[in-house]
């Protein structure tokens, strides 16, 4: 049944993944299809992320107040409406609504999936099953990025294939409908979690061991602005195609899920959290300095290998939610995700738009990946610093 579960649940991630990565791999068309700035198509990207961002905060609650299974159900359906929305709309307006839907709609999926990972598979396996899971980000991701591209080339329009991924959330959502169940065990009305909702949270959040995680966590999402403007930069700053700079992110991706796979066993195998973090994001310090001077005009696969190498190392985020788990109490751990991922989300969002601001205001993408940087540099110190080793970790209501 667990199988089951994560297959399903895996295809919802996946879809979802390619969903929110559609308005950055669209940026080149969408530019000239509306006639915006960039700091507009930031903009566009952000009614996403941002109430993405903020709908993780209650996002936890909701894991206890309807249980993952209700929560995943009913919000699926909203983001499938806001997803019709996004393929028949022509303005800016519209699309920037849509967005906002499936922002919220999105939103509540992987607090409740991860809820569901931990209850259905045992301690020895957590981190690998999450990884696995995680992996449909760079899936979905690589979908959308390598799609659009040869969906223009082949069909003429991007919307082929994204009413295509609709088709496949709507089969999925049925499926969702019919295989999930909140727990192996059943729960019954005495063993929810009851109480102040906002009391929990102020509890949660006195955990002083989580603010090194949260520190980590918020300033990699600010460092992965970059990843949101990849085609953009690839075709402007390093002088590829639309097409190139779709490859090159696309293998991105696949390193990406790759990395989320690997990293989870690797940790696993290692009985160690902190180790792979701080390696992981300090080779990917090394790498995006590397980015930053190269030059334009380089053959493909240099670009390629640097930055398929950036987003393997930058899947180390995939081991922040087994740490959260290991910090705090289960019944706890939910919201200290949710409130870390909402963290994130909020500020990289409203980032989004500064950073394609900044690239109108100075004529080149040099300056915000110089701040990128910098924020890199800044995290890998702090976490060699203060974070700990959370692994093994048995935490008692």
Known sequence: MALTIFFTIFITYFVENFLRTTASALTPVLIQELGI????????????????????????????ILG??????????????????????????????AQFIMGVGTSVFYVNAITLVTRWFPSNRKAT?????????????????????????????????????????????????VFIKDSPLEVTPKSKPRGNIIVAYIQTLKDKRLYPLFFGYI????????????????????????????????????????????????????KRRRLPVIAFIGVYTVLLGCLVVLPGGLPVFVYAGIWGS???????????????????????????FGTMNGLMMIISSLSTPIYGSLVDATGSFFVPTMISLGVSVFDFIILFLFLRETYGNTILE
């Open 37 to 64: 700035t960039r700091g507009a198509m930031g903009f566009l990207i952000t009614g996403y992320f941002l109430i993405y961002g903020i709908m993780q905060f209650p996002a936890g609650a909701l894991t206890d």
């Open 129 to 177: 099953a999450v990884g696995i899971l995680s992996a449909c980000s760079g899936l979905g991701a690589f979908t959308s990025y390598l799609g659009f591209p040869l969906s223009i080339v082949i069909w003429g329009n991007w919307r082929i294939l994204y009413l295509g991924m609709l088709g496949v959330l709507s089969i999925n959502w049925l499926m969702n409908y």
């Open 219 to 270: 300033m990699m999402g600010l460092n992965f602005v970059l990843f949101q403007w990849a085609n953009q930069y690839l075709i402007e700053a390093k002088q590829l195609t639309y097409v190139q700079a779709g490859l090159v992110t696309s293998l991105g991706t696949v390193a990406g899920f790759i990395g989320c796979i690997a990293l989870g066993v690797l940790s696993d195998k290692l």
């Open 310 to 336: 950036m987003s393997l190392c930058g899947s180390t985020w995939v081991l922040f939610p087994s740490m959260v788990g290991e910090v705090v109490s289960s019944g706890k751990a939910s919201m200290g």
């Open 68 to 97: 993952p299974r209700k929560s995943i159900i009913w919000f699926t359906a909203f983001t499938i409406f806001g997803g019709a929305l996004f393929w028949v709309s022509y303005k800016y307006e519209l699309l920037f609504a």
